[in-house]
Antibody, heavy 120, light 106 residues
C-alpha cells in the first residue's frame, strides 16, 4: 500500500537551516508530482510547495519563496524540502502529500508529518 | 490569492444528526474543490474532490455539492467516527485551504 514517511523535523534557532525528507513506497513515485503542506500548532493547513514528477518544475507559496527548495530523487523514491533562513512562523508539522492523479493538486495520501520548531 | 471561508467554525451536533458544512470561495474555482477530514494527531484524509466525487472508500453518507462559489459538505447521519475537523481546499489557482470547521459532540 502507499506509504509516505517524513523525517528531519527538529528544534532549530531562527535563521538556521533544516532539510526534511519523505520516503515513498507503494506507488510509482516518478509518475507523480509531490507536495509539501504544513500545519502550525492548532492551526489550519497551508500548502508550501510542489515539484513535478521529473523534478524540473517547482512552485512555492509566497512566504517561503527564496528560502525553501523542494527537490526529489526518483532513484531513491524520496522527496526533500530544504528550508533556509527559518523563522518562528515556519513552526509547523510538515506533511508530504501525493496527488490523486499524476498532476493533481488535491491529495489522496499524506505522510504522518514531521514537526519543525523554530525557536531561540 | 483565492480565499476560502468556512462556516461555522464549530458545529455541536449529536450522533445521527444531518450535518451541513459550508465553504465559500472569494472567486470562481469552478469545480476544483476538495474536502478533507482530520482527526486529532492524524494527517488529513481526502473525502471529496471535484466538488462532489467521493474518494475511494468514503461512505455514501458524505456528499458534496456546489452552487457558484458556495460549496457544501453534507453528512447525512453523523457517526461517532465523524467527529473531526473538516477542511475545504481549492485547486483551481494553486492551492488554498479554508480555516476548518470542527464538528464536536453536543
Amino acid at each position: 500500500q502507499v506509504q509516505l514517511v517524513e523525517s528531519g523535523g527538529d528544534v532549530v534557532q531562527p535563521g538556521r537551516s533544516l532539510r526534511l525528507s519523505c520516503v515513498a513506497s507503494g506507488f510509482t513515485f516518478g509518475s507523480f508530482a509531490m507536495h509539501w503542506v504544513r500545519q502550525a500548532p492548532g492551526k489550519g493547513l497551508e500548502w508550501v510547495a510542489v515539484v513535478s514528477n521529473d523534478g524540473t518544475n517547482k512552485y512555492y507559496e509566497d512566504s517561503v519563496k527564496g528560502r525553501f527548495t523542494i527537490s526529489r530523487d526518483n532513484s531513491k523514491n524520496t522527496l526533500y524540502l530544504q528550508m533556509n533562513s527559518l523563522r518562528a512562523e515556519d513552526t509547523a508539522v510538515y506533511y508530504c502529500a501525493k496527488g490523486l492523479y499524476s498532476g493533481s493538486y488535491y491529495f489522496d495520501y499524506w505522510g504522518q508529518g514531521t514537526l519543525v520548531t523554530v525557536s531561540s | 490569492e483565492i480565499v476560502m471561508t468556512q462556516s461555522p467554525a464549530t458545529l455541536s451536533v449529536s450522533p445521527g444528526d444531518r450535518v451541513t458544512l459550508s465553504c465559500r470561495a472569494s472567486q470562481s474555482v469552478s469545480s476544483n474543490l476538495a474536502w478533507y477530514q482530520q482527526k486529532p494527531g492524524q494527517a488529513p484524509s481526502l473525502l471529496i474532490y471535484g466538488a462532489s466525487t467521493r474518494a475511494t472508500g468514503i461512505p455514501d453518507r458524505f456528499s458534496g455539492s456546489a452552487s457558484g462559489t458556495e460549496f457544501t459538505l453534507t453528512i447525512s447521519s453523523l457517526q461517532s467516527e465523524d467527529f473531526a475537523v473538516y477542511y475545504c481546499q481549492q485547486y483551481n489557482n494553486w492551492v488554498s485551504f479554508g480555516q476548518g470547521t470542527k464538528v464536536e459532540i453536543k
